[in-house]
């Protein structure tokens, strides 16, 4: 079955560092490459989140110099070489940080959208 | 980590980082397989999916921080891909562009050599020379002992000051071998600590003492280093040893290093020896001896301030100086001077000379840039296509620039070579060009200094020249280049407009080059044609170098002099032969005279010691009286002959120069009075320009031991000669009479009286030469530059031409069409060039002869050179609208 066109409009634009977020999150839970990492993030955002390569290998390779990850060549399950990327302690910790950050700016934004009590 | 490992390793990282998008790419398609496309499909719906692999690779690259490098080694094999692909146009490019650097490289080491020259000394900026300057003249005279002593006591700017003299005469050192000519110097106890350079062999004058006592040790002597190589081959145990100069003991006691010269520039080996001052040093007047006074300055004094205390301190001495019948002695020591020594080395007029040449070098510099500019810019409009598809691949404003620069500084980098191999054989070929009297160094070694400056300005030239274009090229829209049919190439009435203005603008600064070319050509023409006042053909002078203290007691005139003279005589193919002890605009040597007037003022006067046979060679106009001839020997009636300048001055009657014939003169010895006899008519001695000085000459034959003039006359003398012969058959066999009378005198240089006159146009003949080669260059880029502009538009509006001629146009009108775009431009540079050459001529001014700064005649001329040249250029391209066929030119698209 031949897959719909993918909509343009549902392309949302994401800044660097939520990309380097989301990417450190998916990794967190097993290490992946570069095609897994996007499988991944359209799957459990359910098809929202459809990230560009144009976008995912300058910030995998960014991660990378930043010692939050780190690469090494691998064969995926279909026998496919592949270049496999994994989560550093660095890089645990940095998500740690970036969480905390994004939950904080969340619940700023929550309670400026949240509607004013009538009274 | 190394260069090397770093490159290797970038390399392996590019192959992996395109392993693993391969790697994406192949399980994405894997996946649609999977998903039931067919192999086809999915391999081009995943690559659309994918995106531009070049591109994500470049931007992922961009990451690891060393994009810059590997983009610029891309642009620059880019470069000379394109280069290789279209030579021509490289070919002129660079071509051009090593015209202007050449020129600019070469006045550059010019200057150098002669105003940056380091000196052999410690500090060499903080050295001066102090003088005292005439306020009659506001030239200097030498500084008299109680001068120099005051100095020492009273001021405050200088942490040294130290003094010398050269020694009278010519000085000879009796070498191992031979006798070498030597220039002595008398130097003051410091003055080679002040200058801050100490012997190679044994110690300096610090230990003598200093002031009017001799040493006690007895004459001692510092040897240059030629000097010592020279007579004495070395010898290291030259220390201590006991040596000859004219005849008389000195004991050596050191040699400087190589290379170092006090006074600069030392036309001979060089000797020192130690200042003493004598009885004349104890007063004041007119006959005392000066001193050249070179000084350093104490830490945190400038010449400026030195300057300022120098005049202050020298205005309140001279004030003191004694009245009576000194009074005008005062005037002569008016004032103070303070310069940097470096300064003094070197003509003001030459440096002028050669300031301003550099200027018409970067003149020319910057023509070559424009027209080097224009050039780019035609092409930067062809490629417009080239540079939109780079645009819509991705790349940036600054890397499309950085294309552009890259090209330029490729260029410019094979210009400047170029360019300095041209300027290294013109600095060569041109040293026989320049003459002695300058003393313009132009042996050909690169310092630093002239390499850093070949640097930047190839740097310059490549922003200059590519500047422009690359912003050009930044700016322009990428779709409605990347438009089928639409203006793949070409350009718009704005960048045509532009390139006309460069146009115009080259022109403009030929015109002022070829207007300053030819100011110079005429002042030279003007000078050639100055009557002199005497023959100059034909004539061959030997400069003689006399061993006066082989003499002493006899009298040279009988013993050396005439025995020689009858002995060139008797050569074959000699018309005539005579001393006489300065050519005229020679500059060997000359004598000066100061006359006390009845007044009490007094006034100067050159001497010149002649044989009477010196008429016959130089034919002296006379205005009065006669010659000196052979009746006029020691025994007869003392006599002088004066020239119109003296005669108007101390004539008695101040109407009628003649009048002075018959005066009595001065004393040529105890109780013998010259008479006047004869006035000549003025001719030019010292330079072509400067009109004569008073002058007063003794026949040879009269001057005997017991005279006052016997001694300075007898110092030096040049022997001329008319001759039918060729100098190359003559000059040996008058070496060899030389040789014979005396051995030193074999030294004798030799020159004719043709190469006098054209050596005393000094820098006028040399910047004329090259303002030819400067203006000749900028005429070709000029009007080269024209052409090609004329050539590209007729191209580009070959269509519009077709559809002009096919409506009925007559090929007169298309010449003309094209013809009058020449026209315009050539007008337009003409106009502005006329400002610039008008302000050019100012500078000028100094340096002409006989031609004002803002002659019609030769502006005229350059602008109608310009023009016709122009326009026969715009024929060409002209000729070729006019030919247009209509339908081959509406077909072709």
């Not at chain 2, 600064?509 to 044609?529: D, E, F, K, N």
């Not at chain 2, 019609?856 to 002209?878: E, H, K, Q």
Request: net charge neutral.
């Amino acid at each position: 079955m031949t897959r719909a066109p993918e909509p343009y409009r549902n392309r949302i634009e994401l800044l660097q560092g939520t990309l380097d977020m989301l990417i450190l999150q998916t990794l967190e839970r097993r290490p992946q490459h570069g095609y897994g990492i996007i499988q991944t993030l359209r799957a459990r955002s359910a098809e929202i989140l459809q990230v560009e390569t144009g976008s995912l290998y300058p910030a995998l390779h960014r991660l990378e110099r930043q010692g939050w990850v780190d690469s090494a060549w691998g064969q995926t399950e279909q026998n496919q070489r592949a270049k496999f990327y994994r989560i550093t302690a660095n890089g645990g910790r940095q998500l740690a940080l970036s969480r905390s950050k994004w939950d904080t700016m969340v619940t700023a934004i929550a309670s400026i959208l949240r509607p004013i009590p009538e009274n | 980590m190394s260069l090397w490992t770093r490159m290797m390793r970038h390399e392996a990282r590019k192959e992996d980082l395109q392993d693993e998008l391969q790697s994406h790419l192949h399980m994405a398609i894997a996946d649609r397989i999977a998903q039931g496309e067919s192999p086809a499909e999915a391999r081009a719906a995943a690559q659309r999916e994918f995106g531009n692999v070049p591109l994500i690779e470049d931007v992922t690259r961009s990451t690891w921080g060393w994009l810059g490098f590997e983009t610029v080694v891309q642009d620059v094999r880019y470069a000379a891909r394109q280069m290789r692909r279209s030579p021509g146009f490289a070919m002129s490019v660079i071509g051009i562009l090593a015209l202007g650097i050449g020129a600019a490289a070469a006045m550059f080491t010019v200057v150098d050599h002669v105003l940056l020259r380091p000196l052999p000394f410690r500090d060499s900026d903080r050295l001066v020379k102090v003088e005292e300057i005439s306020a009659k003249t506001g030239r200097d005279s030498g500084v008299p002992w109680l001068d120099l002593e005051e100095w020492l006591a009273q001021s405050r700017s200088f942490a040294q000051i130290a003094s010398y003299r050269g020694l009278r005469g010519r000085s000879f050192l009796e070498g191992k071998s031979a006798s070498l000519q030597v220039q002595g110097t008398a130097v003051s106890t410091n003055l080679f600590s002040t200058l801050g350079v100490r012997p190679i062999l044994g110690r300096d004058f610090i230990e003598e003492p200093t002031g009017f006592t001799a040493g006690k040790n007895g004459p001692v002597v510092v040897l240059s280093h030629a000097a010592w190589r020279d007579a004495y081959e070395s010898d290291p145990a030259i220390v201590g040893k006991s040596v000859r100069i004219n005849n008389d003991s000195y004991t050596v006691i050191g040699v400087m290093p190589p290379g170092f010269a006090i006074p600069e520039p030392a036309l001979s080996p060089e000797v020192w020896i130690p200042l003493t001052l004598g009885h004349e040093d104890k007063e004041r007047n007119y006959m005392s001896p000066g001193l050249d006074v070179i000084a350093r300055l104490r830490n945190g004094a400038s010449v400026e301030s030195a300057n300022a205390e120098m005049k202050t301190l020298q205005e309140q001495i001279a004030a003191s100086y004694p009245g009576g019948d000194l009074v005008e002695l005062h005037l002569e020591h008016a004032t103070a001077r303070v310069q940097s020594y470096a300064d003094t080395l070197v003509e003001t007029d030459l440096r002028k000379a050669l300031l301003a040449l550099l200027a018409a070098s970067g003149v020319l510099w910057l023509i070559a840039s424009v027209n080097v500019t224009n050039l780019l810019l035609a092409r930067g409009a062809a490629r417009k296509r080239e540079i939109a598809m780079r645009g819509a691949l991705g790349a940036g404003k600054g890397r499309i620039a950085q294309q552009f620069l890259v090209e330029g500084l490729l260029l410019s980098g094979m210009a400047a070579v170029l360019g300095t191999a041209l300027a290294l054989v013109a600095v060569r070929v041109s040293r026989s060009a320049v003459p002695e009297n300058l003393h313009v160094d132009l042996s050909v070694h690169l310092n630093l200094i002239i390499l850093g400056a070949l640097c930047g300005l190839t740097l310059l030239t490549a922003l200059v020249s590519s500047a422009w274009p690359a912003w050009l090229a930044v700016r322009s829209p990428i779709e409605p280049a990347l438009r089928q049919g639409g203006l793949q190439a070409g350009s718009g009435r704005g960048q045509n407009r532009t390139r006309s203005v460069l146009v115009a603008a080259e022109v403009a600064m030929s015109l002022t080059l070829l207007v300053a070319c030819g100011l110079l050509l005429r002042t030279i023409y003007t000078l050639r044609h100055v009557p002199l006042g005497y023959r100059t053909d034909h004539i061959l002078i030997a400069h003689l170098t006399l061993p006066a203290y082989r003499y002493q007691g006899q009298n040279m005139v009988v013993n050396l002099y005439q025995p020689l003279l009858e002995r060139v005589d008797k050569l074959h193919g000699v018309q005539a032969a005579g001393y006489i002890s300065q050519v005229p605009l020679g500059r060997s040597f000359n004598i000066t005279l100061t006359l006390l007037n009845k007044d009490g003022t007094n006034s100067k006067a050159m001497l010149k010691p002649v044989s009477p046979s010196i008429q016959r060679i130089f034919g002296f106009k006379m205005l009065a009286g006669r010659f000196f001839n052979d009746g006029d020997t020691a025994t007869s009636q003392p006599v002088v002959v004066v020239n119109r300048a003296f005669a108007e001055l101390h004539s008695p009657d101040k109407h009628n120069p003649a009048a002075i014939v018959g005066s009595r003169f001065m004393n040529i010895r105890k109780n013998a009075t010259t008479t006047v006899i004869g006035v000549l008519d003025d001719e030019r001695q010292s330079t072509i320009e400067t009109p004569s000085e008073p002058e007063v000459e003794f026949s040879l034959p009269q001057l005997t031991l017991g005279s006052g003039f016997y001694q300075p006359s007898t110092v030096a003398m040049d022997l001329a000669v008319r001759t039918d012969r060729a100098p190359d058959a003559m000059i040996p066999e008058i070496r060899d009479l030389l040789r014979q009378a005396s051995p030193e005198m074999a030294n004798a240089t030799f020159t004719t009286m043709d190469q006098v006159v054209e050596d005393s146009y000094g820098s006028q003949r040399l910047a004329a030469h090259l303002l030819e080669v400067f203006g000749g260059a900028a005429l070709l880029i000029a009007v080269g530059g024209l052409y090609g502009l004329l050539a590209w538009v007729v191209t580009q509006r070959t269509r519009e031409m077709g559809v002009r001629v096919a409506l009925g146009a007559g090929r007169a009108s298309l010449l003309w069409l094209v013809l009058q775009q020449a026209g315009w431009m050539l007008l337009a540079g003409i106009a502005v060039g006329t400002g610039l050459a008008l302000a050019a001529g100012r500078l000028l001014r100094g340096y002409l002869f006989g031609v004002s700064a803002h002659d019609a005649w030769t502006m005229a001329g350059a602008a109608a050179l310009l023009f016709v040249s122009g326009m026969l250029a715009a024929y060409l391209p002209a000729r070729r609208a006019a030919a247009v066929d209509p339908m081959v030119a509406l077909r072709a698209e």
